[in-house]
Antibody
């Protein structure tokens, strides 16, 4: 059974870098598409980007200049870094994995990140 | 980017009602359309993939239809556990975009 768990600081100051990690159990991070998705309070989800085949990436152009997604196969984790954050980056952040060409088949429980001084 | 819209934004219904939610894409996406259910404090859960495919474990009262730009999610007989927010999402091209959601609550 695939399980994903997000972790990281719940509070980040404006202009700093948001860093989150997704720990995976029940599947190897050397395979599959691993995505980050966020959901601002009261709004629909927004795809941030994904990493695949242990290195290929695809980012949402609206965030591309500030986003880095990486994977650590030795720890079975993948990570998100979002730089120069503002209050608009306050959201619940989810990690997700594909299955049978369904990009967001499995989701973590999500973690709320608030950007505030 | 492909923009997704949903209607209505919210609806009130009773247990046993037939409910239909619509989703429209800003350009044709063939049948690259997925539906999710989200309950408060939980991650979205995949219900329908490729416009009409029922995800494993999802009750058969949920069904999806449509192609091109217009899609629908139908719940044939609303159950108490179905009160939630529903989102459509296009998987035709990146960036993969979601609709703003339809909240289904109890009348």
């Amino acid at each position: 059974q695939v399980q994903l768990q997000e972790s990281g600081p719940g509070l980040v100051k404006p202009s700093e870098t948001l860093s989150l990690t997704c720990t995976v159990s029940g599947g190897s991070t050397s395979r599959y598409y691993w995505s980050w998705i966020r959901q601002p309070p009261g709004k629909g989800p927004e795809w941030i980007g994904y990493i695949f085949n242990s290195g290929g990436t695809n980012y949402n152009p609206s965030l591309k200049s500030r986003v880095t997604i990486s994977v650590d196969t030795s720890k079975n984790q993948f990570s998100l870094k979002l730089s120069s954050v503002t209050a608009a980056d306050t959201a619940v952040y989810y990690c997700a994995r594909d299955h049978d060409q369904l990009l967001f088949a499995y989701w973590g429980q999500g973690t709320l990140v608030t950007v505030s001084s | 980017d492909i923009q997704m819209t949903q209607s209505p934004s919210s609806l009130s219904a009773s247990v046993g009602d037939r409910v239909t939610i619509t989703c429209r894409a800003s350009q044709s996406i063939s049948t690259y359309l997925n539906w999710y259910q989200q309950k408060p404090g939980k991650a979205p859960k995949l219900l329908i993939y490729a416009a009409s495919g029922l995800q494993s474990g999802v009750p058969s009262r949920f069904s999806g239809s449509g192609s091109g730009t217009d899609f629908a999610l139908t719940i044939s007989s609303l159950q108490p556990e179905d009160f939630a927010t529903y989102y459509c999402q296009q998987s035709y091209s990146a960036p993969f975009t979601f609709g703003p959601g339809t909240k289904v609550d109890i009348k």
